[in-house]
């Protein structure tokens, strides 16, 4: 039972961590965007999307969407630069996110450990009585 708690309160805070980390900067999207501008609309489409995803804070829908656009033959040296650049400043943000999710995390499950060391100690004193 209190490892279901513990693991119930990590899960919690590694949750509200993922979503909360996110929003806290931004990735710029202008330079994709402006060398897209004038591409197909099947291309348009999948910038769209994938810009959409980055404002999102959906990390991996973006990336999924960047890497379909530069498997794509006909892209200018300017749209690939502008792909690449984009995926590395969403894979930065990524890792940022994690990291701030797992140090979230290591606190959550400390704050845990001593709200159970605590009971553990009440429940203690209250059989010696």
Same mark, same amino acid.
């Given at each position: 039972m209190k490892r279901t708690s513990i693991l119930a309160a990590l899960l919690a805070a590694l949750a509200l961590g993922l979503t909360a980390c996110n929003k806290d900067g931004s990735v710029d999207t202008s330079k994709v965007e402006s060398s897209f501008s004038s591409a197909e609309s099947t291309v348009k489409a999948e910038v769209d999307k994938a810009v959409s995803a980055v404002k999102n804070a959906d990390y991996a829908g973006a990336a999924a969407s960047l890497k379909k656009l530069a498997s794509n033959a006909k892209l200018t040296p300017d749209q690939q630069q502008s792909v690449k650049d984009l995926l590395a400043s969403i894979e930065d943000k990524a890792k940022e996110a994690l990291s701030k999710a797992g140090d979230q995390a290591s606190e959550a499950l400390k704050k845990a /450990?001593?709200? $159970?060391?605590? $009971?553990? /100690?009440d429940v203690g004193g209250a059989l010696k009585k």
């Open positions: /450990q001593d709200g $159970a060391g605590k $009971a553990m /100690q």
